[in-house]
């Protein structure tokens, strides 16, 4: 029987693999969260180099932000990693999830970062 670790990178992995099939080259909008922060970063995997990120640990967001780990913390990094993509030059991007659903602090910072300027 699977643990939950195995069961977490296959699905990371299929949502990878169907985010390939239709992404057309636009670079990643990756998500990453743990229970106290959320992480984000613009990555093109074309030329394997990350464009822009931003993170719940960046000076200007801890003194403004209660904790790091609820809605509005992820709002705040969804705003601050469009305005830091839109400053790369980067407006469309393909919006990796990885294996977490599109619910709560995710679907707060892709909300956030589609009214900052991103498509996806």
């Known amino acids: ?5 195995e069961l977490f990178d296959r699905r990371r992995r299929r949502n990878r693999t169907q985010l ?9 909008l990756s998500v990453h969260r743990t229970l106290q922060q959320i992480y984000v970063q613009v990555i093109d995997d074309a030329a394997g180099k990350t ?5 719940t640990l960046e000076k200007d967001l801890r003194g403004s932000l209660k904790s790091g780990g609820n809605v509005d913390a ?3 990094v969804g705003k601050l990693i469009a305005e830091r993509a839109i400053k790369a030059g980067v407006k469309e991007v393909a ?3 990885g ?10 910072l892709a909300e956030a970062a589609r009214e900052g300027g991103l498509s996806f």
């Not at 390939?20 to 080259?25: I, Y």
């Not at 464009?51 to 993170?55: G, K, M």
């Open 95 to 97: 919006f990796d999830r």
């Open 51 to 55: 464009l822009a990120s931003a993170s």
């Open 1 to 5: 029987m699977a643990n939950t670790k």
């Open 20 to 28: 390939r099939k239709v992404s057309s080259g636009r670079p990643r």
């Open 99 to 108: 294996a977490y659903k599109y619910h709560g602090r995710v679907k707060a």
């Open 74 to 76: 992820a709002s705040a």
